[in-house]
């Protein structure tokens, strides 16, 4: 079809939204936000031991081109012009840890997921040089208690046990990154001149990085005894950082030359999507695992009750940069993935919502997905999953309401200590994320919570953030951020439906079968689980000695 005949739409605005399960590419008209096509990948993920989780960096590298690729060509069946794309945002899952060689543009290991609970050792060793293995020690400098959560111990594990990463240190070939600074890096020529970056939001999650002063600390660098030269430059959320380049080996071109020129972590470039831009607005993200930030403006406010302190966005190289309180769930999607992948009870997703919805109720049994540990409030990497209060009565479809309504309780509980932070309560509860699909989620995330639930109708929210940071750069500038520019955005509202004391009542079971999923790892666990007799020398020199004297007995018997 000739040119000509394309549907004119005014400046578009890409955007590569890399999450833990999928990835996805999304094309957005910047003048009404509208989604006009995207593409999805769902990414793999390894699990080589209990407790590892493990994603390769090029499955991810070339899910993008994949999606980049097959959107615009939706595109231009759509009659939509793909030249109309000035900009791409990218978005991406955090603290996941990439360490590659610029040489060869090869990675060195697999990407260390943000769930991976490998480092627990690392974690209690560093945590044995520190005063009163004090685990806020570094609390009023990087927002973050130490934790396996966080990417520096993550690099701290590769570069302590991965021979590769170690020679390509010593030989100055090696460059560290979270997904965005691999993505940024491969995307804007890789080997030959790619941008080795990243933005204030994602170098806030690695533990090496000053919200303060905007940099990388040396005094922590030297803490983890991380090289800084494999470090990315850190830059804003919104300007241009390299353009577009041809990738041969996976034919992908279609937007060579479009600058990336917006870079947020996955839950600021939600809060940017859901225009949280004033203190105290609030969204929580519903995905693998679960989100709720908080904007606390250009103050950075820091938590009493197991929240973190974040950078939520800096839109400009010259623009202030503005805080976030944040509590995180590790466990949220991944637990229905979980029903699906690990226990076989549902085909699909969207088979747990109709087991849910069935029965109306978990039958008094409660579901703690602990399987990363707990996170916020409690950062408490003991814990381990528990379904308690089982019956004989007891089915698929309680154990499915169980789960969902696992997921509304961990929020209860981040808002809870988000309301006393704050010290003003949330009188309503914005959200987004692939799960606020889940009607009966929904309603009851607003029974547990007491309060209204507000979900937009577009919730690619995360992405959208991601766009609007991109259109919105200097150099770019056809994004307004402008509240008083944007069109009315369309919700869909979930009231509580049943009275404060039953709910009540369902929160504090939920809690007492918290604290029962408390303390059921320990470093001193034997190696790979081996519990064995035998482990025990002097028993078992009992044992086999007590055998050949009864194989002795009987032979002199006979």
Known sequence: MAASDRMVLGPLVGSIDQGTSSTRFLVFNAKTAELLSHHQVEIQQKFPKEGWVEQDPKEILKSVHECVERTCEKLQQLNIDITNIKAIGVSNQRETTVVWDKTTGEPLYNAIV????????????????????????????????????????????????????????????????????????????????????????????????????????????????????????????????????????????????????????????????????????????????????????????????????????????????????????????????????????????????????????????YFVPAFSGLYAPYWEPSARGIICGLTQFTNKNHIAFAALEAVCFQTREILDAMNKDCGIPLNQLQVDGGMTNNKVLMQLQSDILCIPVVKPSMPETTALGAAMAAGAAEGVGIWSLNPGDWTAVTCERFEPQINPEESEFRYARWKKAVMKSMGWETSEAPPNGDTSIFCSLPLGFFIMSSMIMLIGAKYVSG
């Open 114 to 365: 943000w769930l991976d609970l490998r480092t627990q050792s690392t974690v209690e060793r560093l945590l044995k040089r520190i005063p009163g293995k004090n685990k806020a020690f570094f609390k009023f400098r990087t927002g973050l208690p130490l934790s396996t959560y966080f990417s520096a111990v993550k690099l701290r594990w590769l570069l302590d046990n991965v021979e590769e990463i170690r020679q390509a240190v010593d030989d100055g070939r090696a460059m560290f990154g979270t997904i965005d600074s691999w993505l940024i890096w491969s995307l804007t020529g890789g080997k030959n001149g790619g941008v080795h970056c990243t933005d204030v939001t994602n170098a806030s999650r690695t533990m090496l990085f000053n919200i303060h002063s905007l940099e990388w600390d040396p005094e922590l660098c030297q803490f983890f005894d991380i090289p800084m030269e494999i470090l990315p430059k850190v830059r804003s959320s919104s300007e241009i950082y390299g353009l577009m380049k041809i990738s041969p080996s996976l034919k992908s071109g279609a937007l060579t030359g479009v600058p990336i020129s917006g870079c947020l972590g996955d839950q600021s470039a939600a809060l940017v999507g859901q225009m949280c831009f004033q203190d105290g607005q609030a969204k929580n993200t519903y995905g693998t695992g679960c989100f709720l930030l908080c904007n606390t403006g250009q103050k950075s406010v820091f938590s009493e009750h197991g929240l973190l302190t974040t950078i939520a966005y800096k839109l400009g190289r010259d623009k202030s940069v503005c805080y976030a309180l944040e509590g995180s769930v590790a466990i949220a999607g991944a637990v229905v993935r979980w029903l699906r992948d690990n226990l076989g009870i549902v085909k699909t997703a969207q088979e747990v919502e109709k087991l849910a919805a069935e029965v109306g109720t978990s039958y008094g049994c």
